[in-house]
């Protein structure tokens, strides 16, 4: 992981590099804001899943070499505590997916703007989807019940909408 985050930052740093000499100097600016926050957020993930992921690994290393190939039999006491630092450090370790969102959230700006972006899209999709299965729901029942003329049940003015940015709200 580290080797590849290294490499991704020298990487991004090459390409950046190439576009500097076309040159825009606020476009620059921006790309280096970028890299900065791509640098921080890799080496932070780095930083934390080799600190979560030390204390499984060794422990997982005394498991084989004492236990395992020198058939070494604990007390009652030292493996309960085996037992408990076993699950702590593998809890520990299963959780570093979720770490690394709130890595991201915490140490990138620009992450938590497109998150917040796609929150909000994501919102927007869901509550429309839902009014839309509404209405034709009961548009269904209507026409099963015979009902044929169109009747506002959502209790909005269907011929009075009028367009205020992307959503269409009723007057």
Same mark, same amino acid.
């Given at each position: 992981m580290s080797i590849f985050g290294i490499l991704m930052i020298y990487n991004v740093h090459n390409i950046h590099g190439q576009n500097?000499?076309?040159?825009n100097n606020r476009?620059? @600016?921006?790309?280096?804001?970028?890299?900065?926050? #791509?640098? =921080?957020?890799?080496?932070?993930? =780095?930083? =934390?899943t080799t600190v979560i992921s030390i204390p499984y690994f060794? #422990?997982?290393i005394y498991n084989a070499i004492a236990i395992v190939m020198f058939h070494y039999k604990l007390s009652a006491s030292g493996l309960a505590i085996y037992n408990f630092a076993y699950n702590l450090f593998r809890l520990l370790y299963f959780t570093n997916p979720?770490?690394?969102?709130y890595i991201y959230t915490l140490t990138g700006p620009k992450f938590r703007t497109e998150m917040k972006h796609s929150i909000q899209?994501?919102? @927007?999709?869901?509550?429309?989807? =839902?009014?839309? @299965?509404?209405?034709?729901?009961l548009r269904v029942q209507q026409v099963l019940l015979?009902?044929?003329? #169109?009747?506002?049940?959502i209790n909005i003015p269907l011929s009075q909408n009028r367009r205020r940015g992307n959503a269409v709200r009723p007057v």
């Open positions: 500097n000499l076309r040159g476009q620059t @600016k921006r790309l280096r804001s970028n890299d900065r926050q #791509l640098s =921080i957020m890799v080496l932070f993930q =780095i930083l =934390i060794a #422990l997982a979720v770490l690394t969102f899209y994501g919102l @927007k999709s869901v509550v429309t989807t =839902i009014a839309l @299965k509404r209405y034709l729901s015979g009902e044929n003329q #169109l009747v506002n049940t």
